[in-house]
């Protein structure tokens, strides 16, 4: 009887492998990324068949094989239904899983990025605030966890660093507006604009919105809303900073593209 190994987990994709069988790419808390097979997962009376669908999260039992693991068990405790149920949500979801997917590696600490997906998704169930501000929220905050932080405490040239989010909107400079430089890595002030003559002019509630996502815990993310001038400026300063720093095209984003 091989030795087995129980991981916390969720199902990030599922591929067919095979006449029966599945290959699951679970995200789990203990060792990162893995690849597992669940044998016969497509015959009609498999125990697999429920649990290998993406978003399923719950207790993974498996043992190592030759090359990969193979599930020998499954406690789901959460298959996040309600996606399925809204065809815009069940989109960003998957946007969602693939951005994790991308950036998570095997045998690799991915607990936050673990985290932070199923935070997203019960925020994304629960449609307490609009998707798009989830989405820009979730963008913004695995860039961070993954170590990829666009400075926003200080402008990234004068080197101003504040060490509170009021005393950095203070001194960036008198102005309620400042500027966004994908470019330059962050925030820039009025005197060193010239640095990036592209970068976004945003208001002082953005500046907050993004202090407060990068800083906060994750928990805690998913609780306030913004106006729509905050939101628009969020969206465009976090596009700005994916084009130029995630080399990689998403299938998911042409699904939302078209919604």
């Known amino acids: 009887m091989p030795v087995s190994t129980t991981v916390t987990g969720m199902v990030l994709s599922a591929m067919p492998f095979g006449d029966y069988d599945k290959r699951l790419v679970i995200l789990t808390k203990e060792i990162g990324k893995i690849s597992a097979f669940a ?3 497509r015959r009609p009376n498999s125990a697999f068949l429920a649990c290998c669908q993406p978003f ?11 090359d990969s693991y193979n599930i020998m068990s499954v406690e789901i405790s959460n298959y996040f239904g309600e996606l399925r149920d809204d065809f815009d949500n069940l989109c960003y979801g998957f946007y969602f899983s693939e951005f994790a997917d991308y950036l998570t590696k095997e045998n690799n600490d991915e607990k936050d990025i673990l985290k932070l997906l199923y935070q997203t998704l ?5 449609k307490s605030i609009d998707a798009t501000l989830i989405r820009a929220i979730y963008e913004l905050k695995i860039m961070s966890v993954n170590g990829e932080t666009p400075q926003v405490f200080g402008c990234v040239k004068c080197e101003k660093n504040p060490t509170n989010l009021k005393q950095s909107v203070e001194e960036l400079g008198k102005s309620s507006r400042y500027f966004f430089s994908a470019e330059c890595g962050g925030i820039l002030c009025e005197a060193c604009r010239g640095y990036d003559k592209s970068a976004i002019s945003i208001n002082t509630s953005t500046l907050y919105t993004m202090q407060y996502i990068i800083s906060k815990e994750i ?17 465009l300063c976090i596009k ?20």
């Not at 399923?56 to 030759?66: C, D, N, V």
């Not at 019960?122 to 629960?126: E, T």
């Not at 720093?245 to 699904?255: G, P």
């Open 122 to 126: 019960r925020a994304l169930a629960k």
């Open 39 to 41: 044998k016969g997962a």
């Open 56 to 66: 399923a999260f719950g207790e993974f039992t498996l043992y190592a094989g030759r």
């Open 240 to 259: 700005r900073y994916l084009e130029r720093y995630v080399d990689h095209d998403f299938k998911s984003l042409e699904m939302l593209k078209s919604l």
């Open 219 to 235: 928990e805690k993310l998913y609780t306030f809303k913004v106006t729509d001038e905050v939101l628009r400026e969020l969206k």
